[in-house]
């Protein structure tokens, strides 16, 4: 009787899980699925399916997994070294809050801020007017959209990689050196390989994000970068087409979905 009781209180536990689970995930997801089968006049249709697959949404999908890829890439090759640094420095936990306060602030404000640094009359024209270089078209390019995204997403990429590195044993990249390893052998052979679950999971934190991104690429880089969350905010606020809206985010969640799963299998086939 003991037993039952407690599997039943265990699973009476579980139902608000279960509620949120299937309130804000997956209907959501229903929702979207069955919008994105009508057309922008609520006719019945599978052409916005048919329509996703022409160059100009193929384009905007190549456009989003490339930047989604250089902001994971470089914003990867500053996590780590930082990651790194900040499991040998003193204060660890000051340079952590230092490093998660950004994130605290509203992301509209940050980007409001890097339009007025990028600005004509910004301070880095300004230091470049001073210099003699000139000033120079900063705003509304794909390289600012790129350097934006990359400040906003590097914490999360910071925090896993750091994660990992403070787990590591110590006496194993001790054991490398003692055998006669160089620091590059033992990071290339010892650490990195140890560190690469939080390698991934920063990795998934960052390009997954970055696949979705509107509000950035509207504000810092104009009509310079289109992605497919621009596509969703056209389609949702201004030509009212929900269907086709719905339709191109169903291909977003379909592939992080994938990536999701692929990264994790491989994961997986790294523990066996």
């Given at each position: 009787?003991?037993?039952?009781?407690?599997?039943?209180?265990?699973?009476?536990?579980?139902?608000?899980?279960?509620?949120?689970?299937?309130?804000?995930?997956?209907?959501?997801?229903?929702?979207?699925?069955?919008?994105?089968?009508?057309?922008?006049?609520?006719?019945?249709?599978?052409?916005?399916?048919?329509?996703?697959?022409?160059?100009?949404?193929?384009?905007?999908?190549?456009?989003?997994?490339?930047?989604?890829?250089?902001?994971?890439?470089?914003?990867?090759?500053?996590?780590?070294?930082?990651?790194?640094?900040?499991?040998?420095?003193?204060?660890?936990?000051l340079w952590l809050l230092l490093i998660i306060l950004p994130t605290w602030i509203n992301l509209l404000l940050k980007t409001y801020a890097f339009m007025g640094i990028f600005g004509t009359y910004g301070p880095i024209n300004a230091l470049l007017e001073t210099v003699g270089i000139g000033e120079k078209q900063l705003l509304f390019t794909s390289g600012s959209f790129v350097f934006v995204s990359i400040y906003i997403f590097v914490p999360f990429m910071i925090?896993?990689?750091?994660?990992?590195?403070?787990?590591?044993?110590?006496?194993?990249?001790?054991?490398?050196?003692?055998?006669?390893?160089?620091?590059?052998?033992?990071?290339?052979?010892?650490?990195?390989?140890?560190?690469?679950?939080?390698?991934?999971?920063?990795?998934?934190?960052?390009?997954?994000?970055?696949?979705?991104?509107?509000?950035?690429?509207?504000?810092?880089?104009?009509?310079?970068?289109?992605?497919?969350?621009?596509?969703?905010?056209?389609?949702?606020?201004?030509?009212?087409?929900?269907?086709?809206?719905?339709?191109?985010?169903?291909?977003?969640?379909?592939?992080?979905?994938?990536?999701?799963?692929?990264?994790?299998?491989?994961?997986?086939?790294?523990?066996?």
């Amino acid at each position: 009787m003991n037993g039952k009781s407690s599997g039943t209180t265990r699973s009476l536990a579980y139902i608000p899980y279960y509620l949120w689970v299937v309130l804000f995930v997956i209907a959501p997801v229903v929702l979207v699925v069955y919008y994105s089968l009508f057309d922008v006049e609520g006719r019945f249709t599978f052409s916005n399916y048919a329509d996703f697959f022409t160059p100009v949404y193929l384009k905007m999908t190549l456009s989003s997994f490339w930047y989604a890829f250089l902001i994971t890439l470089f914003s990867l090759l500053i996590a780590y070294p930082a990651a790194y640094l900040l499991t040998r420095t003193k204060h660890k936990q000051l340079w952590l809050l230092l490093i998660i306060l950004p994130t605290w602030i509203n992301l509209l404000l940050k980007t409001y801020a890097f339009m007025g640094i990028f600005g004509t009359y910004g301070p880095i024209n300004a230091l470049l007017e001073t210099v003699g270089i000139g000033e120079k078209q900063l705003l509304f390019t794909s390289g600012s959209f790129v350097f934006v995204s990359i400040y906003i997403f590097v914490p999360f990429m910071i925090m896993p990689i750091y994660n990992a590195i403070e787990e590591l044993n110590l006496s194993l990249t001790d054991a490398a050196r003692d055998l006669g390893a160089s620091s590059w052998t033992t990071f290339r052979r010892v650490i990195f390989p140890l560190t690469l679950s939080g390698v991934k999971s920063g990795c998934i934190s960052v390009f997954i994000p970055a696949l979705s991104l509107f509000m950035i690429t509207r504000l810092i880089a104009g009509n310079k970068v289109i992605t497919l969350g621009t596509a969703i905010e056209q389609h949702f606020l201004v030509t009212q087409d929900w269907g086709m809206g719905s339709t191109v985010a169903v291909f977003l969640i379909v592939a992080m979905a994938v990536i999701m799963f692929v990264t994790g299998g491989s994961k997986k086939g790294v523990r066996r």
